[in-house]
């Protein structure tokens, strides 16, 4: 009796180890971009999927599929189950089913069709670009001074201190931060961001700042990887006032949170006797891909600062620099 207790007793443990091994995957592990195939009829065609972590070990992916009549597009709801995340949704009628394994998802639908997808990482083209003769660097990589920006101030005059993250970036201060100039004619800018994950965030709630131009607009810094927002809202948006080209769940200009995103800026402004007048023309590039094309501002074109934004979340920015055009 007590040898058989003992094998009992042993088993108990080595269940228990067995369960404390499968611990749940990390959702930063689990979001982000993929790529890869399905075959389906003999063929192999080629997908692109965004997995997001939307909160309590819950996700969705949303895969894309480009064909000569257009993109298709799908969405799936994932579930952590143990030390993996099973994923289900329909498909052209079918139901599919997949699970999720390090850096890789793989799956069927109920037809037999298989589809196996691999996360990938992308780099910005433009991530890194050295500031170009002339250019004012407002921050930047891993600074030790900060002549060129300053932090703002609560109501009662305290002032927050620049706080160093990896990759030579900085926290977004508390009350944010601004060039210490002012700017007034046409300008090429260039800005590094990094948003967090939150994943229980929605719309807002996920990695807000935002990036004012001189004339007061703003383009937005949120995290917008599988998320949208109301108009103007969204990552690379002229708030609330213009949504980035083609802006939706499925968007390619968003990386995922926790990568290092960019946006390049031609801002174009008319002056006159010296003075900017009439509204500024933008073009806005997000990790490369052209958001906004030469689109006229609603607000008048001023002298004024740059402007990066404290919306409570941690945010990081890094390589800021501005390049004035005449």
Known sequence: MLKHLTCLTVACLLAAAGTALAAAPQEKDVQGLYEGTYRADGYDHKVEARVVATGDAT???FVREPTPDGVVKYTFDGKTEGDTVRFTGTADGAKWT??????KITGQSANGETFAIRRVHRTPPTFGAKPPAGAIVLLGIGAK???EVEIGKDKNGNQDTWHPVEDGGFLVPKKGFRSTRTFDGSFRLHVEFKCP?????????????GCYMPNGNEI?????????????GGCGGIYKYKDPDTFDEFSLASLPPLEWQTYDVEYRVTMKDGKPTGKPVITVLHNGIKIHDKHTLQRDARPGRFSFQDHGNPVHYRNIWVLPMK
């Open 59 to 61: 996700y969705k992916i």
């Open 98 to 103: 997949g699970a999720w394994a390090p850096g």
């Open 145 to 147: 001074t900060f002549n």
């Open 197 to 209: 994950l939150l994943p229980k965030g929605r719309g807002q709630g996920r990695g807000n700042s």
């Open 220 to 232: 937005q810094v949120l995290d917008s990887f599988g998320m949208t927002t109301y108009t103007g």
